[in-house]
């Protein structure tokens, strides 16, 4: 069955940097865009960043854009999100998801992995 | 940037009763690109709808989605005790920057 598994996360203070991984089995891994979704405490969902199947396009939302790069190894089937600059407001659980076909919704989601950002 | 209002923010209903959810886009979205999610606490969410009617691999009958242009109703027939968590629309945009946008969230507890 798909299994998408998130490391990574942690405490880390405002100003540093973490990466997240997330391992993808039981699909074809290479065919699907995949995404960061984050949930901050007590908040609702927010997308956060999309990598196309081939690494080809990145897109990401306003809020991390120029701070966070997505990118991931189609040999490891493993996607990443590098985070640079946290701030406080970074302070969530980052899902990893594949996307749907047609890339219009999150079709299998990871249990997820908590980043505390604070000092 | 489209944006999605849910309601009502809190739903109080009892096993057996009908659930119906509302998702009001700020514009019109193609029924292709709005989804429905499940969230419990300390899980993960779970994808129940997309292109607004479709029910994902292994999601109950009793769960179905309807709704064009910017009203979107996610409707639960007769809910069972495993139901009641947090449940959210999605819509897809064609033009970055806002690709990907949920709405706040309704609340299903119960009553």
């Known amino acids: 069955q798909v299994q998408l598994v998130e490391s990574g996360g942690g405490v880390v203070q405002p100003g540093k940097s973490l990466r997240l991984s997330c391992a993808a089995s039981?699909?074809?891994?290479?065919?699907?865009?995949m995404h960061w979704v984050r949930q901050a405490p007590g908040k609702g969902l927010e997308w956060v960043a999309v990598?196309?199947?081939?690494?080809?396009?990145?897109f990401y939302a306003d809020s991390v854009k120029g701070r966070f790069t997505i990118s991931r190894d189609n040999f490891k089937n493993t996607l990443f999100l590098q985070m640079n600059s946290l701030r406080a407001e970074d302070t969530a659980v980052y899902y990893c998801?594949?996307?749907?076909?047609?890339?219009?919704?999150?079709?299998?989601w990871g249990q997820g992995t908590l980043v505390t950002v604070s000092s | 940037e489209i944006v999605l209002t849910q309601s009502p923010g809190t739903l109080s209903l009892s096993p057996g009763e009908r659930a119906t959810l509302s998702c009001r886009a700020s514009q019109s979205v193609s029924s292709s690109y709005l989804a429905w999610y499940q969230k419990k606490p300390g899980q993960a969410p779970r994808l129940l709808i997309y292109d607004a009617s479709s029910r994902a691999t292994g999601i109950p009958d009793r769960f179905s989605g309807s709704g064009s242009g910017t009203d979107f109703t996610l409707t639960i027939s007769r809910l069972e005790p495993e139901d009641f968590a947090v449940y959210y629309c999605?819509?897809?945009?064609?033009?970055?920057?806002?690709?990907?946008?949920f709405g706040q969230g309704t609340r299903l507890e119960i009553k």
């Open positions: 039981g699909f074809a891994f290479n065919n699907y865009g």
């Open positions: 999605q819509q897809y945009a064609s033009s970055p920057p806002h690709l990907y946008t």
């Open positions: 990598i196309w199947y081939d690494g080809s396009n990145k």
């Open positions: 998801a594949s996307g749907g076909s047609g890339g219009y919704h999150f079709n299998y």
